[in-house]
Structure formats: C-alpha cells, structure tokens
C-alpha cells in the first residue's frame, strides 16, 4: 500500500528530505509504502512530489539525496523528477498570492505530478502534506492544493504535518497566513498534526545539547515522531496479561484486516486506521505529538532506558501539554473524582486546571517488550469527555526505532494543540483591527470577509475544544 | 528559472553607483564561484545575461542546468543620462563589455538641475526609446521579478527622469516590484540650490509609484568614511590620535570619497539580492520584503543599516561575533540616513544576515533579544523578519542588513518640507520650473508629501484601544 507525500514551499520540502532520510535508515530495507522501486534501472525512489514556487531549495535537495552516502550497504533513494513542480517567483510570503494567483495558475501541472505518483501505488493509502503554516507557499498553496485534492481524491485520506512559525516571529504576517490556512485545512483534511518550531528549537537547546540548532536539526528532530508514527507497527490491548510464553495470546485493538502471519497482530494501516482513530469527529482535527525518549545522541550509548520510565515522562506531558521531558509541573495531577465537567480543562476560560483533555489518543511503542508494556495510564477517563468510550488506542513494534532501544510516540487530539491558535487569533485580530498589511492581500483578490470568515472558523475551533 | 532584475541608472549619481555595484557583483560571484572556475547558472543569470558574441545580433545563452560556461556576460541594465561624461566614461572603462549599445541613452545638455526639465521635456522626449530599452531587456527575462532605480533626487536627470520612468513602469509593467535606491541630498555639503524643489517633487512621485524605496543621504555616508578613516588611522598607528583629526569641520569631499560612497550604497543592494543570487536555509525574496515591512502601501520608505561598515573593500580588522553585529547595526552611525529611529516606532523590521556560521537560533535569539529595546508600533510587536543567506560578503565573514519601516521618517520628510517651503515662499527659481510644467505641480506635491507626514505622525502617536473587538463563536452558547 502506498502514500504519497507532498512536499510544499521550502519548509515542507526540507522537511520532506529528512523524513525520507529517517523512514529510510530506520529499518532494514525500504518500507514499500513510502519508496518503490523504479522499473529500469533498479533505483528506489521516495513516493513523493516536491512543490515550490522558487526552484533553489528543490534543486538543492534533489542534489543532496543524489549525492547521499549509501547507509547500511544499500543503494541511495532519489526523488523522481516527474513529481517536481516549481514556479518561477516566488510567493512572498502572501498567503493571497499562494491562494489566488499560483494555486490556480499551478493547478493543471500539480495534479498531473500527484496523479502520476498516485496511479504508481498498488493500492493507495492517502495523502501526506508536509507545509508550513507562516509563509506563501506552503500555507497558501497548500490551502488551495488540500481543496483540490479532496476534490479531486474524495475517498482518499489527507493528513496535513504543519509547522507552527516561531511565536517572536519569522514572518510578520504571519498570524495572518496561519488563521488562514488553519481554516481552510478545517475544512478540507482529515486530520492536522500541528508542530511548533519554538518546541522543537527549545528540546534541541536543553535536551539535545544542540546550543544552536540549525535547519537541518530541527527538521530532524521534526520527522523523528512522524516516522516513529508512519513506520510499519501491529495493534495490541491496553492491558495485557502478564508476560505470555506464547505470543499467540496478544490480542488485536482493532478491526483492522491485514494481519502479520508470523504473530497474529493485526498491522496498523497507515493513515485510514490513524486517522479512524483519532479524527472522527469533523470538529476534533487538530492533532499534535510527544516522543521520547529526548536525550542527546552522544548520550544514548550511556543511557539507560525502561519502559516505566519512558512512560511515566510521557504520561506527564501528555497531562500538562508539555512537550519536553524536563522541567514539566509535576503537581500538575489529574482531578481525584472524574467529574466530567467541561469547564476543567486547559481552555476553560473560568478556572483553567491544566489538566490537558483529549478527545483520543494514538499510543505507538517501539523496542523490545513493547507487546507487553502496561499503558493503562493514558486512558484514564479524567483525560477524556464523557462521552468518549474507547479514547486509546496503542500499537507496538518489536524492532528498534533508528538509534533508540526504546521509543515512544503519543498522537492525541488535544487541547494543548489549539493553544497556539489561540495566540495567534489575539495577535491577529489587533492586527485586524489597525487595517495593516490588508492591502497585499486584497490586492491579489481577497475580500474581507474571507479574513472574517476564517477568523469565526477558529473561534469556532477553539471554542469547541474549550469544551472538552 | 531565475527571477531576474532590471537595473535602470538614471543621472549622474546613479550611474557612478551602478558601476560601483557592477564591479562588487561581478567580484562577489567571482569568489563565489571559486576554484572551479565560474559558469553561469542561475545565481548570475539575476543580473547578468549571457551572450554570444560570434554572432550578429548577439545569441543569447540561457543558464542550463548550471554547466553553462560564461561567454560574454552582460548587465541586465539600461542606464540614462541627459550628458554624455558619465556613461561615456563607464563605457571606456573597465566595464565597458557589460553594456551593449542597446542599453543606453544619452543627450548632449543635461537637466540643469532642473526636476521639470527632466520630468516634463526629456521624459517625454525619449520615452519612446526608454520604453524600447527596457523591453529589449524584459524580453531576455525568463521571469521578471523586480526593477531597480538607482537616482539622486537633488539633481534633474536622476530625480526628473528618473521618477518619469518609475510611472512608466507602472504603466507598462505593473506587476514587476519596483525598488529605488534614492539618495537623498545631504544638509551639510550640498552644492545644488534647487534640491529641495527636486526631492520634495521627487518625493511625491515615489510614494505614488514605486513598491519600496531606500532612502540613502549623501550626509550619512560621508560621516561614515570620516569615521571609518580615523577609525583605521587609529588602528593602523595603533596609538590615539589627537582629536582634531576626528572632528566634524566639513571637509571638501574628495574623488576618493565619492568612489567610498558610492561602494557602500553599492554594498545594501548586495545584501539585499544576496538572498536571490545565492543559496541560504532562509531565503528572502524583494516581494517578500514589500509584503512584510510595507503594511499600508505609501508607507514604503525604509531605513537601511549595515553592519559592519567597510569603505574601500579591505577586510574588516576586527572578527565580530554575531551579538556584536546585531547591537552596531542598530547604531545610528551604521545607518544609510541620518535619523534616530531608536526615538520613534518602528513599524516593522528586516534582518538580513549573510556568512556561513550563523544559524537560525543565533538570529532568534538576537531578535528577541533585540525586540523589548525597540519600541514597536502596538499591532505588530513581533514584526520581525528575518533571512539568512550562506554566501559570506567579499570583505567580512558575517554581515547584516537592518531595512526598518520607521516613523522617523516622517520627520525627515518634514524638515525636507521646511527647507522646500524656504524657498517656495518667495517663488526663487521657480520660473524654472514654470517654464516647463503647470505651477500646480508644486502644490499638489506638497499636499502629498503633507499627507505622508500625516500618516506617519499618526502612527507614532497611536495608543492600543481597550478592546478589540472579536466574533463570538455560536458554540460558546452551548
């Protein structure tokens, strides 16, 4: 089964490059549903197509995947040329002109690129889109692309892996583009997984003893929980039983069909069963991921790992909504009797507890034992609404993840991911109301009401998850 | 595809800079290129267009897969003057094979230093054959990105014929940006009696066409030689000098300095396309410039500052740490203009940042750092951008570019107003200009320039209101 992953704007396409490069060198051969094999000459190429509305960063990328060294004895992946699209000027930075003037213009030469790549998948699995929410193309066009996809895919599954733009600033406008973008991904994707530079550079800083972390840091630490996520794992019980001899006794979580015939697990398809799981409700799409463990990589010879410990650090940033393993509030602790009242949660605009409320959550465990270890923790009802009766859902695998003996990877759909939203709506709305930098936009045929419109959008987001 | 430009030189002043740039651009992709010898890929293809001379007319050669070799390279210019010493000069010089005879017009009398004249008579005269210059060039662009203006705005030609241009422009190109550098003339040293009437009229016509202009006055670039000459002085005796050779008297300003000049107005729009040309992990485009630091479209006048300063192309003495260049660049001695931001708001801010080692957190953290010194304007205290390009400058490992939106600005504009008013109160000079334009032209851009003064003025005064107001979401009543 095969997914596509779409590559946009500069942010996405270097991105895109270091989770091939991840997906790539974390097992032993290349999973089938990211590479394939090209028929003449033998060469895997990534299932990908790379957009960008300025050639450098693409050429830049091709260049460094051809010229790659050969990991663990086999040949290098390269990204067919077919899927590449790249415009001549620019976006710059207009949300307007991504939407209005390239979408459009690039609509014909896009769809053909994704479609070729689409019809090379026995069968296929849905859509990754790698973007950044600040800038003009990946926020733009990848608005106006997700919308056609749809359109042009309806069954098809979309899964957007954004990227939150430093809160001091990147991009001026940028509370603008992401209000924008967010709305439009409401509308159109499936699910949103939503990661935040300021995150990922503060973990580099104090977890990883990267003091300055470039580019190419951050994006790997970026695709870190996503592989962990997109690699190839088999669903298990919340509870298992102690320790079985055979391994016949794990029970599958799910109804999914494919099943692994040496273990009779049941396979977690990427994307359907992610997605069925998590973001079932069409108010509820806004995802965000907490891995562990976050230690630098000089240090993971020396360091010892276990599952108890993994969990617990995991458990508490899944409650407080943090997302690094130190410095978390540990008395920060779930309320004693599980009143599901939904003026308790982070949101709540009465008296906030902390407490980070999840509609679900995806548990994915990577290592030895993994089968066995007890995760009831996570799906305790204090986390979850009341009307949420099966909220967790854990899958495992055996094999190491990369480097990591032990690795886990938590995907909840949360409050603690729209609070960068919530932000981003106050600054916007000053902004608004002092009329500045509208006129980019209306000069590229946007109106007013699109930016109301989009604004009540993620009022509306916000609101709803308030009320968990 | 590259996303080339267009330089059109205009005046005196702006074709000695623009062959100052030509020269620094044609070094810069030179070291960039290194031992592998330069072709010509995209990176050039910016500026420069490759020909093949063997041929009558001249074949163009297109940047393909960046194995192109360089035949005969020429600038993607078109340079203007109404007398014919300066061009003719460039044109027996060293750079004389960057310019074909198609890209250049020349008369015999010059502007008199009279904006109407240039406007009025000579725009007119050869718009025809402007327009045909331009096109010429347009048409070996792949994909026109932006034209640059480099004038003087006390003169005739560069501020009469070079703002007719700039609505020639946008007329006949309207969605190619258009950037000017503008120098602006200098209180102390300046010769020209009529150039308050020239910058003032200048003035006006940039605020209604141009997309983003540079402001450069000649008065900051000469205190930054002065100092950067006793600056070296002092280290290169390596004692204190006594201070009669640091004082501020007004010096004649020699060849030498005007050649220094020129090279540091050359070097901001070096930084500026460097991000263009060259590769980096942040890249800023020109439109991404104008779409970031202009947030209402007159207010297109930023203030430029560079750190570190070099005047004659030697390498910067001392090595400088990135926290160090982010404190001098806000320094009012290493701005292009003479103005103290630092005393008004800033509407917005751009940080261009040019060398190898830097990386993104640095230039956060500096940002941030730098952010709770500035006084921003209530709605945008995050308007910070920023750009990061790996393609060090010739004389430095590290350099930065400052372009501020800044209500300091305004200010100038108002003294501007004074010393035109000065004059215009008693009508000196002005039978000049009569001569070939409607007497209205002053007043009218006079309101113009007023109404920028206003604009800006309000924004250095505006308070945050106590609420803004916000939609309610109907799920709030649930």
Redesign the interface.
């Given at each position: 089964m095969g997914v596509v992953v779409v590559q946009l704007g500069?942010g996405g396409n270097?991105m895109g490059y270091a989770l091939f490069r991840c997906l790539a060198s974390a097992s032993d051969s290349f999973p089938d549903q990211f590479f394939r094999s090209s028929d003449k000459k033998g060469k895997t190429k990534a299932r990908a197509v790379l957009i960008d509305m300025?050639?450098?960063?693409i050429h830049?990328i091709i260049g460094r995947a051809k010229s790659a060294p050969a990991q663990n004895n086999r040949a290098v992946w390269t990204y067919d040329a077919r899927g590449v699209v790249?415009?001549?000027?620019?976006?710059?930075?207009?949300w307007a002109?991504g939407y209005y003037d390239h979408g459009p213009y690039n609509l014909n030469s896009m769809l053909k690129a994704v479609r070729t790549e689409v019809e090379q998948c026995d069968v296929f699995g849905g859509f990754i889109i790698l973007q950044s929410m600040a800038g003009?193309t990946g926020a733009g066009l990848g608005a106006y692309l997700v919308e056609a996809l749809k359109d042009e895919f309806p069954s098809s599954f979309i899964l957007c892996y954004c990227i939150w733009p430093?809160?001091?600033?990147?991009?001026?406008?940028q509370n603008y583009n992401v209000v924008l973008t967010l709305s439009h991904l409401q509308s159109f994707a499936d699910g949103i997984i939503i990661l935040q530079n300021e995150q990922l550079?503060t973990i580099?800083?104090t977890l990883l003893s990267i003091?300055?972390?470039?580019?190419d840091d951050?994006n790997e630490l970026a695709v870190q929980g996503l592989g962990c996520i997109l690699l190839p794992s088999y669903w298990r019980a919340i509870e298992t039983s102690t320790r079985p001899v055979s391994r016949a006794a794990s029970k599958g979580g799910s109804e999914s069909k494919l099943s692994n015939e040496n273990s009779g697990q049941s396979r977690v398809r990427i994307l359907s069963d992610l997605l069925s799981s998590l973001c079932f409700h069409p108010g509820y799409k806004v995802l965000t991921l907490r891995f562990t463990p976050q230690v630098p990589a000089q240090s993971l010879a020396f360091t010892n790992f276990t599952w108890d410990a993994q969990l617990k650090y995991l458990r508490q940033m899944f409650i407080t909504g943090a997302h690094k393993e130190l410095e978390m509030d540990w008395n920060i602790q779930l309320p004693r009797s599980a009143v599901h009242d939904n003026k308790q949660g982070m949101l709540s605009p009465a008296v906030p507890c902390l407490v980070n409320r999840s509609v679900a959550s995806l548990l994915i465990l990577r290592g030895n034992e993994s089968e066995y270890v007890d995760v009831s923790g996570f799906a305790d009802d204090r986390l979850y609404p009341i009307w949420q009766v099966d909220p967790l859902s854990v899958a495992s695998s055996s094999s190491m993840y990369g480097r990591y003996e032990l690795a886990t990877c938590l995907i909840s759909n949360c409050q603690s991911s729209v609070l960068p939203a919530s932000r981003a709506l106050t600054?916007g709305?000053?902004?608004l109301?002092?009329?500045?930098?509208l006129?980019?936009y209306f000069e590229h045929g946007m109106e007013h009401a699109s930016f109301?419109s989009a604004?009540?959008s993620i009022?509306?987001i916000?609101?709803?998850y308030s009320?968990l | 595809?590259?996303?080339e430009c267009i330089t059109i030189q205009a005046g005196q002043c702006g074709n000695q800079i623009g062959c100052k740039f030509w020269e620094s651009a044609l070094r810069e992709h030179a070291a960039a290129a290194g031992n592998q010898g330069a072709v010509f890929d995209?990176a050039l293809s910016s500026f420069f267009r490759n020909v093949d001379t063997r041929y009558k007319p001249p074949r163009e050669i297109k940047p393909r897969g960046g194995n192109t070799p360089i035949l005969s390279l020429k600038a993607r210019a078109v340079l203007i003057d109404m007398e014919e010493g300066v061009v003719n000069q460039l044109l027996k010089g060293q750079l004389s094979d960057l310019f074909d005879k198609k890209q250049y017009i020349t008369d015999n009398s010059g502007s008199g230093n009279n904006w109407a004249q240039g406007h009025e008579f000579y725009g007119p005269k050869y718009s025809e054959s402007i327009l045909e210059k331009i096109r010429h060039e347009a048409e070996s662009c792949?994909?026109l990105?932006s034209f640059f203006m480099l004038h003087s705005l006390g003169g005739g030609t560069g501020s009469g014929v070079g703002t007719y241009i700039l609505e020639l422009l946008d007329d006949n190109y309207p969605k190619v940006y258009r950037f000017c550098t503008s120098i602006f003339p200098s209180a102390e040293d300046d010769h020209v009696v009529t150039s308050p009437y020239n910058s003032l009229l200048s003035t006006a016509k940039l605020a209604e066409h141009a997309d983003c202009v540079l402001p450069v006055e000649n008065q900051a670039l000469i205190d930054i030689i002065r100092k950067r000459e006793s600056l070296d002085a002092r280290l290169e005796a390596g004692q204190r000098l006594p201070s009669s050779i640091t004082s501020k008297g007004s010096k004649a300003i020699q060849g030498k300095s005007f050649d220094q000049m020129n090279g540091i107005a050359a070097n901001l729009l070096l930084h500026l396309t460097s991000s263009m040309r060259f590769?980096g992990?942040?890249?800023v485009?020109?439109?991404?410039i104008?779409?970031?630091?202009?947030?209402?479209?007159r207010l297109h006048f930023l203030v430029s500052s560079i750190a570190p300063l070099s005047t004659s192309g030697r390498l910067v003495q001392r090595p400088q740490s990135i926290n160090q260049i982010f404190t001098e660049v806000l320094s009012r001695d290493n701005q292009l203009m003479k103005a103290s931001p630092s005393s008004y708001t800033y509407l917005?801010c751009a940080f261009l940042m040019r060398g190898n080692f830097c990386?993104?957190?640095?230039l956060?953290q500096n940002?941030?750092r730098i952010?709770q010194r500035l006084h921003m304007v209530?709605?945008?205290t995050?308007?910070?951008?920023?750009g990061l390009c790996h393609q060090p400058p010739l004389d430095s490992p590290l350099s930065l570019l400052c372009l501020a939106n800044n209500t300091c600005i305004g200010s100038r504009f108002a003294s501007m107003k004074e010393s035109f008013s000065k004059l215009y109160k008693r009508k000196v000079y002005v039978h000049h200009y009569t001569e070939y334009m409607d007497p209205g032209v002053f007043e009218d851009s006079c309101c113009q320039v007023d109404d920028l003064i206003a604009e800006y003025a309000a924004l250095e005064v505006?308070r945050?209101?106590d609420t803004?107001?916000?939609?309610?979401?109907?799920?709030?009543n649930?």
């Open positions: 500069q270097q300025e050639p450098k960063v830049g790249t415009g001549d000027s620019g976006s710059g930075n207009n002109c003009g430093y809160e001091s600033g990147e991009v001026i406008v550079s580099c800083r003091q300055r972390p470039s580019f951050l600054k709305y000053n902004m109301a002092s009329r500045a930098y006129h980019q109301d604004f009540a009022e509306d916000v609101c709803r009320t | 595809m590259p996303r995209d792949e994909s990105q590769e992990p942040l890249n485009d020109l439109n991404e104008t779409t970031n630091l202009v947030p209402y479209p917005a990386t993104i957190t640095d956060n940002v941030s952010q209530h709605w945008n995050e308007g910070f951008k920023t505006l945050p209101p803004v107001q916000r939609l309610k979401s109907v799920l709030s649930i």
